[in-house]
């Protein structure tokens, strides 16, 4: 039988809100690549965390960084994690982030040759109920910009390459909070 995660208490999603609030505060929406156009970006990281179908606690936390243009796999990490939080409309970065920087913070002390320039995110970044979801959460924490890819298929883009994330999907500007 799988095991069960309880509700987090209404004082403990207060306090989440209000992290959440704080790094957003600290999120950057200006290109502060140090390369002149997008193609000149060589790593690009995604990172992810995949369920064993019917629980909700023991997963498999994934980060691939692969060189362009080739799509060359230059360093991968899988790592199976136990989540301490349930999925919460709003909060799936207290869920996940956590792993998600344990990942990027190994690859940076085994292999920082291939740290990512920009790493892709299963889970929203500005289209979320505050503004700051997943994609940006772990942006802000592991100082990387990142790209959301919702499920939803709404992309957008958080931290940098904003107005090319907008244009190329066909969307506009996220709702200001």
């Given at each position: 039988m799988a095991e069960?995660?309880?509700?987090p208490?209404?004082?403990l ?6 992290e959440q ?11 502060q690549?140090s390369?002149a156009?997008?193609?000149e970006?060589?790593l690009?990281?995604?990172?992810d ?9 023991n997963?498999c936390?994934?980060?691939v960084?692969v060189?362009?243009p080739t799509?060359t796999v230059v360093?991968?990490?899988?790592v199976m994690v ?5 999925y919460?409309s709003?909060f799936l970065?207290?869920r996940?982030v956590?792993h998600?920087v344990?990942l ?12 990512p320039?920009?790493?892709l ?11 700051f979801?997943?994609a940006?959460?772990?942006?802000v ?16 883009l ?11 999907w066909?969307?506009q500007?996220?709702p200001s909070?």
């Amino acid at each position: 039988m799988a095991e069960e995660l309880s509700v987090p208490s209404p004082e403990l999603k207060e306090r989440w809100v209000l992290e959440q609030d704080a790094l957003k505060a600290q999120m950057v929406l200006e290109d502060q690549l140090s390369v002149a156009s997008v193609d000149e970006i060589r790593l690009v990281g995604g990172v992810d965390i995949s369920f064993i179908k019917g629980d909700d606690v023991n997963a498999c936390a994934s980060l691939v960084v692969v060189e362009l243009p080739t799509l060359t796999v230059v360093y991968e990490s899988h790592v199976m994690v136990k989540l301490t939080a349930p999925y919460i409309s709003g909060f799936l970065a207290f869920r996940e982030v956590p792993h998600l920087v344990a990942l990027v913070k190994q690859l940076e002390h085994d292999a920082p040759a291939f740290k990512p320039q920009v790493i892709l995110v299963d889970g929203n970044g500005e289209l979320h109920h505050r503004g700051f979801g997943l994609a940006c959460h772990l942006g802000v924490l592991v100082d990387i910009p990142t790209v959301c890819l919702s499920a939803r298929m709404q992309p957008c883009l958080t931290c940098l390459f904003k107005e090319v994330c907008m244009s190329g999907w066909g969307r506009q500007e996220p709702p200001s909070h």
